[in-house]
């Protein structure tokens, strides 16, 4: 069973350059979130998702973007990187409310920005 | 202040000890208490929840959730050096979004 799937692994970017972080799942999980992870901070979430075609903001949306056009599916688009943006970001998703199933959580993309 | 605060560590303890780890939180609104576990360079694993006050127990691990004091606590019994990991309390309101602690990395020493 892949699970969640997360793709590059790591990634170093210039200030001002784009990118999409790429998050995938096979388990038919209706919701899908995008956390990020700094040190010493536990993890902020970015965005999240209740299906295909709803996505909403979280406590960190700020200069990040999704869209969620398949179940499976929930892209991170970071526009004019900033240093601030340098973290780790994961994906998760969930059957249901996550009080009765958890979330499952990717592997994580480590993000450089320089 | 912080929804939820957890014990920063980081913790050492030798092999067989027992692990406390603790958190507090300031929101009312928790519903759902979980620990999640998360191995260096990998993402969070959810380990235990519950959603009432008092234990539960899963082998080794025990949750223990105050709601009148709004405290939560994991304990690992017989520790082992393969439970050396960042330990994530987490909490949920009635929605989709949980809040994270901010990790306390325990070192079980064989």
């Known amino acids: 069973n892949a699970g969640v799937t997360q793709t590059p692994k790591f990634r170093i970017l210039k200030i001002g350059q784009s990118m999409t972080l790429q998050c995938t799942q096979d388990m038919n999980h209706n919701y899908m979130y995008w956390y990020r992870q700094d040190p010493g901070m536990g993890l902020k979430l970015i965005y999240y998702s209740v299906g295909a075609g709803i996505t909403d903001k979280g406590e960190v949306p700020n200069g990040y973007n999704v869209s969620r056009s398949t179940t499976e599916d929930f892209p991170l688009r970071l526009e004019l990187a900033a240093p601030s943006q340098t973290s780790v970001y994961f994906c998760?998703?969930?059957?249901?409310?996550?009080?009765?199933?958890?979330?499952?959580f990717g592997s994580g993309t480590r993000l450089t920005v320089v | 202040q912080k929804e939820v605060e957890q014990d920063p560590g980081p913790l050492s303890v030798p092999e067989g000890a027992i692990v406390s780890l603790n958190c507090t939180y300031s929101n009312s609104a928790f519903q759902y208490f979980m620990w999640y576990r998360q191995y260096s360079r990998k993402g969070p694993e959810l380990l235990m929840y519950t959603y009432s006050s008092g234990n539960k127990e899963d082998g080794r691990f025990t949750a223990q959730v105050d709601k009148s004091s709004k405290y939560i606590s994991l304990f690992i019994r017989d520790s082992q050096p393969s439970d050396s990991a960042t330990y994530l309390c987490a909490m949920l309101r009635n929605d989709y979004k949980l809040s994270f602690g901010a990790g306390t990395t325990v070192t079980v020493r064989a």
């Open positions: 998760a998703s969930s059957l249901g409310i996550p009080g009765d199933y958890g979330y499952t």
